[in-house]
């Protein structure tokens, strides 16, 4: 093995700029423009100036709608911490969707208490959008916050979330999502990370260019109108990424709140998480390219040209990123040979050094996340997000092309897929 490095090493000192450039292309064409843009958030970054909840409160009135299956050990938590923000809520709103755990009965000892303000069990589960939908229409707040049930938030994330719909032409704020569980696991640790590049600083940098194109289902803010006005949430899945290309169709601006945090699980085992992005992906497929495939077409009604960068943006770095991996290491070992395994090291070393420099810039805009504890975990969140995590990908992708399979996708329910088909 260190006579592979030690050639390899050599090998690499032997070569020109032009030489390095063409060895590595993946790394430059498919990582160093997304760090780019990171880096550029994390200088440009202003944390904005706090409005007075008094003031705040002319914006109308807020609700909090949460949906929920199976939910009666997290429910309490979060509605307790709801209450206790700088910007309390005017009401809250839940809808058990089909729970066959005490959540339903739990909801009831809640509003016995004031805790909840209405509150709904279906007898039958008709999938997340649905129950939002079901609440929204329960609630009568100006401003509708989508909260999961399994989340905490900082005292402030409400006030936070809330404040940029001061400007009239927001229809939505995504807030800042961070992992609460990340010591429970690597994978759970090695998701932390990822969330705090991905969504505080990567969310930030998409807001500095008005690219925002999916407020998290786990914690988001609607301006009532401007939802409505969309029609709700798809029954599908992928409803976050689905209404905010909507409303951004719409004319709505997408903004991100990156202090307005929220904690959230994530699973903490390499099964759960390639199910649950499984999911994410072949929605995120369906809904940018069959769905709202018409963006792309400059001769459609309310054609925009500002939304092609999003769907390009994720198309190139997101699909086409995953498929040439398999295709770059081929061609490393059929044109390189043994010197492959090398300039294979040589490139994830470079891609750990830009990941460090990243975390630590993305930590230190959100010392929320503690990251002191999760800087050890860093070399192998490197090599678990830019390997793993797109071959997770990759594979989500086929899955989609050739069979369609977010259409069976168990997290909506069979009957919701058949209407919909």
């Given at each position: 093995m260190m006579a592979v490095l030690a050639d390899g090493l050599d090998f690499l000192k032997a070569q020109s700029f032009g030489s390095i450039v063409s060895l590595f292309w993946f790394v430059l064409i498919?990582?160093?423009?997304?760090?780019?843009?990171?880096?550029?958030?994390?200088?440009?970054?202003?944390?904005?100036?706090?409005m007075a909840?008094?003031?705040l409160r002319s914006l109308g009135r807020i609700s909090v709608v949460i949906a929920g299956n199976n939910e009666a050990d997290v429910i309490e938590a979060c509605v307790r911490g709801l209450w206790e923000q700088t910007l309390p809520p005017d009401e809250i709103v839940v809808v058990s969707d089909g729970?066959?755990?005490?959540?339903?009965?739990?909801?009831?000892?809640?509003?016995?208490?004031?805790?909840?303000?209405?509150?709904?069990?279906?007898?039958?589960?008709?999938?997340?959008a649905a129950a939002i939908n079901l609440a929204e229409r329960?609630?009568?707040g100006d401003i509708v916050v989508n909260v999961d049930c399994d989340?905490?938030?900082?005292?402030?994330?409400?006030?936070?979330?809330?404040?940029?719909?001061?400007?009239?032409?927001?229809g939505t704020v995504c807030g800042n999502i961070l992992v609460s569980n990340h010591s429970k696991s690597l994978v759970a640790g090695f998701q932390a990370i990822e969330y705090l590049i991905s969504i505080s600083l990567g969310k930030a940098a998409l807001d500095l260019v008005g690219q925002v194109s999916c407020a998290s289902g786990a914690f988001s803010a609607f301006r009532r109108s401007a939802l409505r006005a969309v029609g709700g949430l798809d029954a599908g899945g992928g409803?976050?990424?689905?209404?905010?290309?909507?409303?951004?169709?719409?004319?709505?601006?997408?903004t991100f709140a990156a202090d307005a945090i929220c904690y959230t699980a994530v699973p903490d085992t390499l099964?759960?998480?390639?199910?649950?992005?499984?999911?994410?992906?072949?929605?995120?497929?369906?809904?940018?390219?069959?769905?709202?495939?018409?963006?792309?077409?400059?001769?459609?009604?309310?054609f925009r040209p500002v939304e092609l960068v999003h769907q390009f943006e994720f198309l190139f770095f997101n699909v086409i990123g995953a498929a040439a991996l398999p295709f770059y290491v081929v061609w490393l070992f059929a044109t390189y040979g043994d010197l492959a395994p090398a300039i294979l090291l040589a490139a994830q070393a470079g891609l750990f050094v830009v990941d460090t420099v990243?975390?630590?810039?993305?930590?230190?805009?959100?010392?929320?996340?503690?990251?002191?504890?999760?800087?050890?975990?860093?070399?192998?969140?490197?090599?678990?997000?830019?390997?793993?995590?797109?071959?997770?990908?990759?594979?989500?992708?086929?899955?989609?092309w050739v069979v369609d399979a977010s259409y069976f996708d168990p997290y909506v329910p069979d009957k919701v897929h058949k209407v919909r088909e």
């Open positions: 498919f990582d160093v423009p997304r760090y780019t843009l990171s880096f550029a958030a994390a200088v440009l970054r202003r944390r904005p100036v706090d909840p008094e003031r729970s066959t755990d005490a959540m339903t009965a739990r909801l009831r000892d809640l509003k016995r208490e004031g805790l909840i303000q209405r509150a709904h069990g279906t007898a039958l589960r008709a999938g997340k329960l609630c009568s989340c905490l938030f900082d005292r402030h994330a409400l006030q936070r979330i809330v404040q940029p719909f001061a400007d009239p032409g927001v409803e976050d990424l689905d209404v905010t290309l909507r409303l951004r169709r719409a004319g709505w601006a997408t099964s759960t998480l390639t199910h649950q992005r499984f999911r994410w992906e072949r929605d995120a497929v369906r809904l940018r390219y069959r769905k709202h495939s018409d963006v792309l077409n400059p001769f459609a009604a309310g990243v975390f630590l810039m993305a930590a230190h805009a959100t010392p929320q996340a503690n990251g002191l504890a999760l800087m050890p975990l860093v070399p192998g969140y490197s090599l678990f997000n830019g390997v793993v995590m797109r071959m997770i990908r990759l594979a989500a992708y086929l899955q989609e």
